[in-house]
């Protein structure tokens, strides 16, 4: 089992930065792809990036390439996105998620991923 925690979120204007944070506990990210995923109001939940374990390939999604960049510290255990340049279409309930045996990323369907978050608030003001 594998828990995770996310932090990180907040308010913060247009053009400002933001660091997510994604611990886990209960089995090392060495073993586990981790992605992270938002839900804005009204709409589904979206997979923007992904780190795997096993090489520490990253993929982002177009709408964040550029401004968006995943990154993991297994000594902490943590996942980071890191969130600069951010737009009032990026306010979403952002969530990361962990695989439960593969450590690939492959793809953002939300079946591929046995372990999420609680979810942490990120609100971009115009």
């Known amino acids: 089992q594998v828990q995770l925690v996310e932090s990180g979120g907040g308010l913060v204007q247009a053009g400002g930065s933001l660091r997510l944070s994604c611990e886990a506990s209960?089995?090392?990210?060495?073993?586990?792809?981790i992605a992270w995923f938002r839900q804005a109001p009204g709409k589904g939940r979206e997979g923007i990036s992904c780190i795997s374990a096993s090489d520490g390939e990253t993929y982002y999604v177009n709408s964040v390439k550029g401004r968006f960049t995943i990154s993991r510290d297994n000594a902490k255990n943590t996942v980071y996105l890191q969130m600069n340049s951010l737009k009032p279409e990026d306010t979403a309930v952002y969530y990361c998620?962990?695989?439960?045996?593969?450590?690939?990323?492959?793809?953002?369907?939300?079946?591929?991923?046995?372990?999420w978050g609680q979810g942490t608030q990120v609100t971009v003001s115009s």
């Open positions: 209960g089995s090392s990210l060495d073993y586990h792809a």
């Open positions: 998620a962990a695989t439960g045996t593969s450590n690939y990323c492959s793809g953002y369907e939300l079946y591929v991923y046995d372990y």
